[in-house]
């Protein structure tokens, strides 16, 4: 309200699933913290968050709308546990999301979507599309993250930038669009094994 934001709060050992596709056009993602600094997000379960209308694509959690200093840290995010092979994309974590329209960032412009945020250490299984996405998130840390049955880590547009360090992924690592990813020590399978 005004320039009055909801920053520096914790979502901690919660458990946040779904039992059935969600029909609706509009956003399905159990943690949408948008415009907001300073939050944890820790130690928590979020599975099953599938979307069937409209384009049928759902995230796990995101942080985005010009909000800084974001930490997940410890969660494990199952994209599809019981809700298996449905159509759409499910994506695990995102520093940036889908993107938020400038009328509703911090700033009111949104030149990054995230800045200085961190995903560590969390477990990130069976999702139809990326297990991390950086979308405009510049100074990013994405460190000690275990990635399995995911299409990799993906960072996206020159204003994303980002630390990758000691993850285990099952999939590729990319930067593209002008992203800037500082690879430090990572196992990664190259996109080519992923088929």
């Known amino acids: 309200l005004g320039n009055h934001y909801p920053d520096d709060g914790l979502i901690e050992h919660t458990t946040l699933t779904a039992t059935h596709v969600r029909s609706t056009m509009r956003s399905v993602t159990p943690v949408d913290i948008v415009t907001s600094s300073g939050w944890t997000l820790r ?6 968050f599938v979307k069937g209308d409209g384009n049928q694509v759902s995230y796990g959690a995101f942080a985005k709308g010009g909000g800084r200093n974001n930490v997940f840290e410890r969660n ?12 759409g994309q499910r994506i695990g974590l995102s520093l940036g999301g889908g993107g938020t329209g400038q009328e509703f960032c911090r700033d ?11 995903l560590r250490a969390n477990l990130v299984v069976g999702c139809s599309d990326m ?11 994405v460190v000690d993250n275990t990635l399995v049955d995911t299409d990799g880590i993906d960072a996206r547009y020159p204003t994303s930038s ?3 360090d000691g993850n285990l992924v099952d999939g590729p690592v990319r930067a593209r669009d002008g992203a800037i990813v500082h690879l430090g020590e990572n196992r990664a399978t190259p996109l080519w094994r992923v088929y």
């Open 76 to 87: 494990v995010v199952w994209c599809e546990q019981a809700l298996r092979g449905l159509p």
């Open 43 to 48: 130690a928590n379960l979020i599975s099953d």
């Open 131 to 141: 297990g991390i996405y950086l979308n405009s998130a510049a100074a990013s840390k």
């Open 162 to 164: 980002a630390v990758v």
């Open 108 to 118: 009111g412009r949104c030149i990054t979507e995230q800045e200085g945020s961190v």
